[in-house]
Structure formats: structure tokens, C-alpha cells
């Protein structure tokens, strides 16, 4: 692992369990086993430090929710496919979770920065846009569609890493169909 990477993986490791502003550079430096002047090098400020974080689990998340997926797979397989793929990345990557929960938001992240976040989105805002288009899902703003389903992805994520459920395999696939419940659409009238 070069040092620029170092100094990115400590940074968040300290981050999350200390928070932003409980991380000096002179820890992550120690910690990452480089000279603070080499931190600067690579990055301007600490800010720099916490927008790659950012982008790089932005992107990552990004790859793997489009994983396992098959082109002959129904909608609603493919939706929830993306969601088994966020809950599995989540749960095998907690720093990343955790970073995007706690610190990466407002005021440390800038909405200029989660712009910057949108091409790595851009297949799964098509997916939600088709699926409204087609009928498949409610006719609603994706973005509110995608928070929707991160909220609860986020929430049985919680419960797994705090050990409040054991979040087996049929909780898990119960979650994902509430969630697909709340957004699929539907014209039934018979409950309006």
C-alpha cells in the first residue's frame, strides 16, 4: 500500500472513531506511518483528505451496487439485488458506513462535493427513472426513491452492527420487501 493510501485508510479509521475534529494530522501521521509534511504533499488540508474518503467510497458503493447483476433479471430482482449488495458492502465494510452516516455529511461535506458524487449514480438514477417510466415504481423524485431505500438499508445495517437482531437471511429479505412495498407502484384503488 503506497503512502497516499495510508494516510486516506487511517484518516478514516481515526475519523469515525474519533471524529473530525478530535483527528489531528499529527495522529494520522504517526498512525499512517508517514511525516505530516508528506500528508501535505498528497493533500492540501484535512478537508482534501475527507473529500477522497468520500469519493472513494461513493465510488466504490457505486461498483458493487451494479454487482450480480443479470440483464435477463426482473426489476424487482435487479432492485433487490442492489439492496442485498448495499446491506453485504455495508456490513463487510463498517468504516465506510459509518463514514458516510457520521462524517460524511453537512457542514464537513459540502453539497458541491456530493455533486461530485453524481456520475457514479448516474445507472442507478436511470434505473429508478425507468422504473417510473414503466410503471414499476411509483412516480416520485429518484433521488427521494434512493434515499428512501438507503434509509432503510442504513437502519437494518444499525441492527446487525449493533447486534439489536441477528439480521439472518429472512430478516434481511423481509426488510428488502418492505422496502420494495413502499416504492413499487400500484394502481390499485381498493385502499384509496
Not at 118 to 127: A, G, L, M, R, S
Request: aromatic share 12%; with cysteine; glycine share 2%.
Amino acid at each position: 500500500m503506497d503512502k497516499k493510501q495510508r494516510i486516506i485508510l487511517t484518516m478514516l479509521e481515526l475519523v469515525v472513531k474519533q471524529g473530525y475534529h478530535a483527528t489531528p494530522m499529527s495522529q494520522v501521521a504517526k498512525e499512517a506511518n508517514v511525516a505530516v509534511g508528506t500528508i501535505y504533499h498528497y493533500f492540501e488540508t484535512k478537508e482534501k483528505i475527507i473529500e477522497a474518503i468520500f469519493l472513494m467510497v461513493y465510488k466504490d458503493l457505486s461498483v458493487v451496487l451494479l454487482t450480480n447483476m443479470k440483464p435477463d433479471d426482473t426489476y424487482k430482482k435487479k432492485f433487490t439485488t442492489k439492496l442485498h449488495n448495499m446491506y453485504n458492502y455495508f456490513t463487510s465494510n463498517p468504516l465506510a458506513f459509518y463514514f458516510i452516516e457520521y462524517v460524511g455529511v453537512p457542514p464537513i461535506i459540502t453539497p458541491e462535493m456530493v455533486k461530485k458524487t453524481v456520475p457514479f449514480y448516474k445507472k442507478i438514477t436511470d434505473f429508478f427513472l425507468e422504473g417510473i417510466t414503466e410503471k414499476r415504481v411509483k412516480n416520485m423524485d429518484e433521488t427521494l426513491i434512493m434515499k428512501l431505500c438507503y434509509g432503510l438499508i442504513s437502519s437494518v445495517v444499525k441492527l446487525k452492527i449493533k447486534e439489536e437482531l441477528p439480521m439472518d437471511q429472512k430478516q434481511i429479505d423481509q426488510s428488502i420487501e418492505a422496502c420494495w412495498d413502499a416504492i413499487k407502484y400500484s394502481d390499485n384503488k381498493l385502499f384509496a
